[in-house]
């Protein structure tokens, strides 16, 4: 066998050699142990080293955020490198759905070498919460601090201030609306629904008498089906938690919204309660129901070539139960500064550029996100580009946030899961919300 | 021991050193580390809450419904997933084994299923048993089983055995492969000789066969037991554990847990419960085929 020749082989390199050998033996081991030991950290001493000769003229920084897979963050990154010599940007774009995974490992290591960090909308509370990203109101210029006032939408600035603290600036924005079939509501004489009641109706009468499904949303056991079940409480007059942090769940107003989405389900698909975003909008772009609850993306899907709805779409805020009144839950992403970063101010610096008018617009245009900059909403570069945009501003101020609690994750899968029993009917809608109000007072406290 | 066995033993131990050294590193010191997390109250969204917490995470386990009930939901998902693959694996093996012409094709088609990356097979399943557009629906109304379409993951008492059903069919052909490699081994003139005594086919099965395969088939159990009972991408995927809990399995409570509450004391305790339950599995297992071996 080979290893057996190996083996004598080496007896005999060992009875010949044995004086040098056990020098070597020594330098071996020093070498191996050195290899295993510093071999990762090598590299970073020397690096670190680096950092510290040029740390005079400039600051490395790092911006991590989802990739938005469109290359619209890196060349804004690299746009900012070329005109700033006092700051180098690395940007780091992680897949959308690891980076809430990947961040909280990072900074329960307390990991320095995140510096901005891309935050979706329900995470910013648990960060700050954690201490694990500094309160940005802090950093900001006075003149960014009268911008953000004066000139932001304020519900995702609501939604990003703690404790009267702003504690990531809010980067572009996202609402959940109701996109509905204009030609399928002239079929029938119908007005675009002002109300939840006359929503539901439409969607009752359209099912049965066009042999389709009536209404679309997300009511998956997920993130989405809080998103979908804040609308229709909000839409009623209820709620989860109100403003003192009381938990609100087992309302007269909570059973009527949960009542009407168990009379919706009956003109949903079979399967409406395993649908996520995509399965709900196949089935809207299909021209297979004529509502459906998405977000703002799917307006572009819907224009687009081998849509089958192109030019029959309309779209309006989610409704309330009364006339005039409507809701819509707050999606969108936004700017922090972690706590472990050792260039603070550089961060700051980058964050305050990025959300400026100009790179708002750049956003808006070519990647196509909701800039929360009011001013942009009536910009013609932006209209002219994206027509739709002006009908979201309206959705938009009305946008109102889930839950804001520390344990956001725990209080949101207490949720999902009542919901999910109420929705699928193994839990009368009585039921489901006692138990979700028992739950949540457990749970917050 | 002679000075020369003393320097080879000496060179064995440098050899293994960088493999202990990375086994110590992946596997031993994060097993110890989530022993003692399990003792602590420690919860990453509270940077106070560091406290040693002695037993009281356990406590919690025994009361906790949802734990029961995704301990429940595991042991259902790998007694079925098991015992059907073992079933069809073997008839997989079989086939394979046997001299039929396509032989060779047999054996690669056979282990397609098994080479797609689980989360891609669970989002192609996911689309499999759409309520509108899955195909599975569209066969079994073409062929008259069901006469509407069914939404197999939206209802509580289907979704499990949907799950277990994508299962079996990706890691079917693993166990056929494992129960391969043992029909291969056995010789084939025992065959040639129960033949000439009259042996029937069935006979040869159950009598030749099955008693030399039986240390393939216990390995291949073993491996499937415990790679089943961590099962995790394909429900993530497919249900996330709903609809309710309907699909909730022990890996996404301990995950969701440990990664979206952060709670990793009492993710830990979850972690430690998983580890204890796959050890007596295991000890089990190695039971029952080192007293085979004997025999």
Redesign the interface.
Request: without cysteine.
């Given at each position: 066998m080979w290893f057996q020749k190996i083996g004598k082989r080496s007896?005999e390199y060992?009875?010949t050699n044995r004086r040098c050998l056990i020098l070597k033996?020594y330098i071996?081991?020093f070498v191996?142990l050195i290899l295993?030991l510093t071999g990762c950290a090598s590299e970073t001493t020397t690096k670190s080293k680096g950092e510290k000769s040029k740390k005079e003229e400039t600051k490395e920084i790092t911006f991590t955020i989802f990739n938005d897979g469109v290359g619209v963050d890196q060349k804004l990154v690299d746009e900012f490198n070329k005109s700033h010599d006092k700051i180098h940007v690395t940007y780091r774009p992680i897949a959308g759905t690891e980076l809430q995974?990947r961040l909280?490992t990072w900074m329960?290591a307390k990991d320095k070498s995140l510096d901005v960090v891309g935050l979706d909308v329900v995470w910013t509370n648990?960060f700050a919460?954690?201490?694990w990203i500094v309160p940005i109101e802090d950093y900001i210029s006075d003149d960014f601090k009268k911008e953000i006032k004066d000139n932001f939408i304020q519900a995702p600035v609501k939604a990003q201030t703690i404790d009267k603290k702003l504690y990531a600036v809010p980067w572009n924005t996202n609402g959940g609306l109701i996109y509905y079939r204009k030609d399928l509501l002239k079929k029938y004489g119908f007005e675009p629904p002002a109300t939840m009641d006359e929503l539901v109706q439409q969607a009752e009468e359209i099912s049965k008498k066009e042999g389709i499904y009536g209404y679309v949303g997300q009511f998956?056991?997920?993130e989405a089906i809080v998103a979908n079940m804040t609308e229709f409480f909000e839409a009623y007059g209820g709620g989860i938690i109100d403003d003192k942090g009381k938990i609100i769940v087992n309302s007269k107003e909570n059973l009527e919204a949960l009542k009407t989405v168990l009379r919706l389900k009956k003109v949903m698909?079979?399967?409406?309660?395993?649908y996520v975003e995509k399965?709900s909008q196949?089935?809207f772009l299909n021209g297979?129901v004529a509502f459906l609850r998405a977000w703002t993306n799917v307006w572009n899907l819907a224009q687009a070539d081998g849509s089958k709805v192109k030019d029959k779409v309309g779209m309006i805020p989610f409704p309330g139960d009364k006339e005039g009144k409507a809701v819509s839950t707050l999606g969108g992403w936004n700017l922090a500064v972690s706590a472990y970063s050792e260039n603070k101010e550089a961060a700051t610096e980058f964050i305050q550029w990025l959300a400026d008018k100009e790179r708002q617009k750049i956003k808006a245009n070519e990647g196509g996100r909701l800039p929360v900059l009011k001013s942009l909403y009536e910009d013609t570069d932006v209209t002219s580009k994206n027509p739709a945009f002006k009908e979201f501003y309206d959705v938009l101020v009305n946008g109102v946030m889930r839950p804001k609690v520390?344990?956001y994750?725990?209080v949101s899968?207490i949720i999902?899961?009542e919901m999910?029993?109420a929705?699928?009917g193994?839990k009368t809608p009585e039921q489901a919300l006692k138990d979700l109000q028992q739950q949540l007072e457990e749970t917050i406290k | 021991m002679s000075t020369l066995a003393k320097q080879k033993a000496k060179w064995g131990y440098i050899f293994v050193a960088p493999a202990v050294i990375v086994i110590f590193a992946v596997a031993i010191y994060p097993l110890l580390s989530t022993f003692y997390l399990s003792f602590t109250h420690k919860d990453l969204l509270d940077p106070t809450s560091d406290g040693f917490a002695g037993l009281s995470n356990y406590k919690k386990l025994f009361s906790d419904i949802l734990f029961w009930e995704s301990l429940k939901n595991t042991l259902i998902f790998v007694v079925f997933s098991v015992i059907f693959e073992l079933i069809f694996g073997l008839g997989l093996a079989l086939l394979m084994n046997s001299a039929i012409k396509g032989r060779g094709i047999i054996r690669a088609v056979a282990l397609i299923p098994w080479a797609i990356p689980t989360v891609v097979s669970a989002t192609m399943w996911l689309w499999l048993y759409n309520d509108q557009w899955g195909f599975i629906n569209i066969l079994l109304t073409k062929i008259g089983i069901i006469d509407h379409y069914v939404a197999w993951l939206s209802d509580p008492n289907l979704s499990l055995f949907a799950v277990i059903f994508s299962d079996v069919w990706k890691t079917t052909p693993f166990m056929a492969l494992l129960i391969l490699a043992g029909l291969q081994m056995v010789d084939q003139s025992i065959y040639e000789s129960a033949s000439v005594d009259g042996a029937s086919k069935l006979r040869q099965f159950f009598s030749i066969t099955l008693p030399m395969i039986k240390p393939t088939i216990l390995v291949a159990l073993l491996f499937r037991t415990l790679d089943s009972f961590r099962v995790f991408d394909l429900v993530y995927v497919m249900t996330s554990g709903g609809p309710g809990h309907s699909t909730e399995v022990l890996s996404l409570y301990a995950y969701k847990t440990l990664f979206k509450e952060l709670n990793i004391g009492y993710g830990s305790a979850l972690a430690v419960a998983i580890f204890i339950l796959i050890s007596i599995i295991s000890v089990i297992y190695v039971k029952v085929l080192s007293s085979r071996e004997e025999i």
């Open positions: 007896e060992l009875n033996k071996l081991l191996v295993a995974d909280i329960a648990q919460k954690a201490g998956k056991r997920y698909p079979a399967g409406a309660n395993t399965e196949e089935t297979s520390a344990n994750s725990k899968d999902q899961n999910s029993l929705f699928t193994d | -």
